[in-house]
Nanobody
Framework: EVQLQAYGGGLVQIGGSLRLSCASSGLTFDDYAIGWFRQAPGKEREGISFSDGDRRKWYSGSVSDRFTISRDNTKNTVSLQMISLRPEDTGVYYC???????????????????WGKGTLVTVSS
């Protein structure tokens, strides 16, 4: 059974930092790109970052200068380091897995086979 478990969310002040992690099991990790999506209150879910290798990483414009995605292939985990958090970063964050081969920059949910349960990030003053 494939499982993705996202964790690390919480309440943080404006300008603060959080590190989210996504632990995977049951899939051949190296065959998959792992991404992060978020859903803000009242808004549609959006893709914010994907990594399908140590050098292939991409981000949405709203987070590219503040978030960093990283993979640990030895632990089958992907992390999202978030700094300079803003109220608009508030939402439920999900990790997702799809097979490698999508175009660089593709942040859609096309091809996503597995979703983790979300972790809530709240940025407040």
């Amino acid at each position: 059974e494939v499982q993705l478990q996202a964790y690390g969310g919480g309440l943080v002040q404006i300008g603060g930092s959080l590190r989210l992690s996504c632990a995977s099991s049951g899939l051949t990790f190296d065959d998959y790109a792992i991404g992060w999506f978020r859903q803000a209150p009242g808004k549609e879910r959006e893709g914010i970052s994907f990594s399908d290798g140590d050098r292939r990483k991409w981000y949405s414009g709203s987070v590219s200068d503040r978030f960093t995605i990283s993979r640990d292939n030895t632990k089958n985990t992907v992390s999202l380091q978030m700094i300079s958090l803003r109220p608009e970063d508030t939402g439920v964050y999900y990790c997702a897995a799809r097979r490698k081969g999508h175009l660089l920059g593709d942040l859609s949910d096309s091809g996503v086979e597995y979703w983790g349960k979300g972790t809530l990030v709240t940025v407040s003053s």
